[in-house]
């Protein structure tokens, strides 16, 4: 420290060498006679004064005294304001980073909390978006399902319509194949009775009474047949019912043949059949059995012509408690695509006028009602022809006491 007077000496100082010195009035700011150095730290104004160990800096702070018209200079060591002042800076520093860090740390959240929201109201843009979409095709498919379910609703509405009208139609379609289907059956028995009535007027005019009767019989037994085949076409389109019993075999074709006589004569085929044990029967109705054969000699005898061919019956007992009728002839045989339909009514492969188309199919119904099966099989040998085959269940006939 030192204290000057108003002439400019200093009058109190702690450095010794200063003491007694005069300073002119230019030296008393910057003190250059005391080899100070005056030098800028940010704000402040500092001196630099020898020392001992070289040039220290101060910090200079000057008071007038009035009264005793003196200057007051006091120079404080600087080294710890200035240790201070980088404590300070530093610590000024360290806070800068904590707080550059902190509002880093609070701008990066926030850009994520921002770009988290951008995302979730992209995310809510799209779902709403999908959303509106679905609504809009969930609104067509409504729509669609709608016109749907009135065109499904019409649709059944006609269905039932042409069902009911199919179901008059099956009735009709019924009544007309029963009223065919009875007037090809009928035709066999009436020209046996036309062929029985002609023989007994015949017999009659000739006196021969005894065998007239004989006719008029038989002409009695075809309208009982008649009755027999009517009952049967009644249950035609019904389901299978027919009472079966044991019936033997060689007589029902007997009777077939010789109620199928003048037909043969005319064709002038050859028949053979090989005639079966008298025991061997099978479980059938006699009068139906002979309409199945009748109907398949007939077929046979329209597939050789009027220049006559061989027909053969056969039958044999096959495994298992059957019994096979077989009815060949060397016609020229049915084409593959008929095949799939020979039993069908009404489908026939003679010409216009010729036939119904019932024939087969009565027969094939008839042998079903037995539980038996109707099969058109491969002519033997290889050769033409068709092989029409009855498979029927054998049983037993009952022993006479």
Not at 173 to 194: C, D, K, W, Y
Request: a neutral charge; aromatic letters at 4%; one cysteine or more.
């Amino acid at each position: 420290m030192l204290a000057l007077d108003g002439a400019g000496r200093i009058v109190a100082t702690n450095r010794p060498r200063w003491r007694g010195r005069w300073l002119s009035p230019e030296d008393r700011t910057d003190l250059q006679s005391l080899h100070a150095r005056t030098e800028m730290r940010g704000e402040h104004l500092l001196v630099s004064l020898p020392a001992a160990e070289g040039r220290r800096l101060y910090l200079k702070a000057a008071k007038n005294l009035p009264v005793l018209d003196w200057s007051v200079a006091v120079f404080f060591d600087a080294s710890a304001v200035t240790r201070q002042a980088a404590t300070a800076a530093l610590i000024a520093i360290l806070l800068t980073l904590i707080v550059t860090g902190l509002a880093w740390i609070v701008a990066e959240r926030r850009l994520r909390l921002q770009a988290r929201l951008r995302g979730e109201r992209a995310a809510a843009l799209r779902l709403e978006r999908r959303v509106r979409d679905r609504t809009r095709d969930l609104t067509r498919a409504n729509q669609r399902l709608g016109e749907e379910v009135r065109e499904r609703e019409a649709a059944e509405a006609e269905l039932r319509r042409t069902q009911d009208e199919l179901v008059q139609t099956a009735k009709l379609a019924t009544l007309g194949q029963m009223s065919a289907a009875l007037s090809h059956e009928f035709n066999q028995p009436l020209a046996v009775i036309r062929s029985q009535a002609d023989n007994a007027e015949l017999l009659v005019q000739r006196g021969r009474c005894a065998e007239a009767g004989e006719s008029l019989r038989k002409i009695a037994a075809m309208v009982d047949r008649m009755a027999t085949i009517s009952r049967t076409l009644k249950g035609f389109a019904r389901k299978p019912g027919t009472q079966t019993q044991p019936v033997p075999v060689g007589p029902v074709i007997d009777e077939a043949l010789m109620l199928l006589s003048p037909r043969i004569k005319r064709s002038q085929a050859q028949i053979s059949f090989e005639r079966p044990p008298r025991e061997l029967a099978v479980a059938a109705d006699a009068v139906l059995l002979e309409q199945v054969v009748m109907n398949l000699l007939v077929n046979a005898l329209d597939a050789v012509g009027e220049e006559g061919g061989e027909i053969r019956i056969t039958t044999e007992t096959c495994g298992g408690g059957e019994v096979l009728i077989r009815v060949i002839d060397d016609g020229p045989g049915i084409d593959a695509e008929a095949r799939g339909h020979i039993f069908d009514p009404f489908f026939t492969t003679k010409d216009v006028g010729e036939g119904l188309g019932l024939g087969l199919s009565i027969a094939d119904k008839i042998v079903r009602d037995f539980g038996g099966q109707l099969v058109l099989e491969e002519s033997l040998e290889g050769g033409a022809g068709s092989v029409f085959a009855v498979h029927l269940p054998q049983a037993e006939l009952a022993v006479a006491g």
